[in-house]
């Protein structure tokens, strides 16, 4: 079975993978410093949890913070004697070259989202990736990425919007009704509800127009179910998106023979 991670700047998700379906999704916040051991307890102790007896022979890593690759490298060899692929890596064969500019190095999991939404959909599409950045990766015809937007995460705005304005209470996200808001709380629900909503439909339109194709867009990460699909312009909310993305690499690179 395969175990893929997922490390972006403040979650880490592991899957299971059986080769049909994924079993299982665990979160826990990103530390460089979390040991193989504590993520093998941490891991152990979940599946058991939930009854889930998994044989992981293979690891697939996307992770957008390079320190902790370390120890999941570590992890992977310890508990379960196989050397992780790490997307990105220069042995990590992707199914679609990215083009960019020289010297660039796109993240890790815009490329896993380009490769999913190029297998389950085909080319020309924007996906939006609700994270800790807010982005957009355009995939062209070919399924190659492309290049496309980072805009701050949303999480992020309304924390630096606490820790910059000493007035300003942290306040967690929702969708106000009003956009002219009658209490403090409401004026920044507003401000970032309603100028992200703004933010993304605009950015797609600019995206589309620039473009000059028909595309497909496809919504993912936590936060991509509290937009409206018709304010936004998302086709489709697919929350395993990136997840994905890191069973197809995997595949093509085990169907390669370089595994
Ligand atoms: N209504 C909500 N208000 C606040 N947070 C939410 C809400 N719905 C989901 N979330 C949070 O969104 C996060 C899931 O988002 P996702 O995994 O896509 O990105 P992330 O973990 O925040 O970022 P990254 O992948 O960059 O580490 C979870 O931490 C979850 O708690
Ligand atoms: C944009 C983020 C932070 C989103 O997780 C990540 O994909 C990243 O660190 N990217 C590197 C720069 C780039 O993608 O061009
Ligand atoms: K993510």
Redesign the pocket.
């Known amino acids: 079975m395969l175990l893929a991670i997922d490390c ?2 403040t979650n880490t998700v592991f899957s299971i993978w059986d080769g049909e379906k994924f079993l299982c999704t665990l979160r826990t916040s990103t530390h460089h410093s979390r040991t193989a051991d504590a993520y093998f307890t941490w891991f152990s102790t979940l599946i058991s949890h939930y009854g889930i007896t998994a044989d992981i022979t293979d690891v697939v890593i996307s992770s ?1 913070v390079p320190r902790v690759v370390w120890n999941l490298r570590v992890f992977a060899d310890r508990f379960f004697d196989c050397r992780p692929l790490v997307v990105g890596k220069p042995e990590c064969m992707l199914p679609v070259m990215p083009r ?1 500019d020289e010297g ?7 490329l896993a989202n380009a490769a999913a939404a190029w297998d389950r959909h085909g080319g020309n599409i924007v996906v939006v ?1 609700f ?3 807010t ?1 957009f990766d355009v995939v062209a015809e070919d399924g190659a990425y492309v ?1 496309g937007v ?1 805009a701050p995460g949303i999480n992020l705005s309304l924390e630096a919007l606490h820790q910059g304005a000493a007035a300003l209470p942290h306040v967690d996200i929702s969708r106000p009704e009003k956009v002219i808001g009658t209490d403090t709380v409401g004026c920044i629900q507003s401000g970032v509800f309603w100028g992200y909503s703004g933010l993304i439909s605009g950015l797609i339109e600019k995206i589309k127009t620039e473009y000059g194709q028909p595309m497909k867009v496809v919504a993912t990460g936590g936060l991509a179910p509290l937009f409206e699909q018709a304010e936004t312009g998302f086709d489709t909310i697919e929350d395993d998106l990136t997840m994905h993305g890191l069973v197809v690499i995997h595949k093509y690179n085990k169907d390669a023979g370089t595994l």
């Open positions: 972006g700047n957008t960019v660039t190095r796109p993240g890790p999991d815009r990736d994270g800790t950045a982005n290049g980072i």
